[in-house]
């Protein structure tokens, strides 16, 4: 298991970031940037954004569908471990609202973990980050009973397998020569779960609070917002 703990956090803390966003109407990117300090998080939010195209509004789009298939895009950001690597990634997705689907289209990553040595090996390693962040958020959950834990194998313990749907993944690579190396074998996985979030609710006005993010928690969401 990458990112202990981290992807949780990171979760909570990026998809309540982009509520405070949502609430005084600012388009996410532009708040982060408004209340970060550190250049280096600043250089990569800026870097995944331009990437990705983003369309500098705020969250939800305007004039959300209802119904059918609704698109969005999302934020997400961290500095891990408070020293040891920076990630921003743009996540863009799909939502089925009929059967609470989602499907991850696009996720642009930008990276910055000081001198780069190999950078094919380190663009492996963030996509293999990212499609490991994809299968928690939408598949992976430990389950049990009154007795013991249920999910036992691959069968009961969902993930992305061979043949699955992945999604469309480009990277930004910054290299520092000049500073120390850090990590980044559990940049790219901290910060899928949050993007996805925030994309869901740019698509939906949905809030997720729960990964993995099924079709029931995903429609029960759909239906809290439509009660609203």
């Known amino acids: 298991m990458r990112s202990p703990a981290r992807l949780q956090n990171t979760f ?14 600012a388009d996410p ?5 408004r209340h970060l300090s550190d250049a280096r998080l600043i250089e990569v939010v800026k870097a995944a954004a331009q990437a990705a ?31 040891n690597g920076y990630c921003a990634l743009v996540a863009e997705v799909e ?51 009154d007795q013991r834990v249920t999910s036992i194998d691959w069968l009961t313990y969902g993930a992305l397998d061979l043949g ?3 999604p469309k993944i ?3 690579l910054i290299n520092r020569s000049e500073v120390r190396a850090m990590g980044a ?24 609070r729960q990964v993995p993010f099924t079709p029931e928690r995903v429609k029960a969401a759909l239906a809290a917002r439509a009660a609203i």
């Open 95 to 145: 939502v089925d609202q009929a059967g609470g689907g989602i499907s991850v289209k696009r996720l642009v990553i930008a990276n910055d973990c000081g001198p780069i040595s190999n950078p094919d090996g380190l663009r492996n390693q963030l996509e293999g980050g990212a499609l490991h962040g994809v299968s928690r958020t939408l598949l992976e959950e430990v389950t049990w009973d």
């Open 12 to 25: 909570a803390h990026e998809s309540f970031l982009d509520e405070i966003a949502a609430a005084v109407k």
């Open 164 to 166: 699955a749907e992945v």
């Open 29 to 33: 990117v532009e708040y982060r940037l």
């Open 185 to 208: 074998g559990e940049t790219a996985v901290t910060v899928v779960p949050a993007a996805i979030a925030n994309a869901i609710f740019d698509a939906t006005g949905a809030r997720i």
């Open 53 to 83: 195209h983003w369309e500098a509004r705020p969250s939800p789009r305007p004039g959300i569908r209802r119904s059918g298939v609704a698109a969005g895009r999302g934020v997400s950001c961290v500095l891990y471990e408070g020293n």
């Open 170 to 172: 480009e990277t930004v």
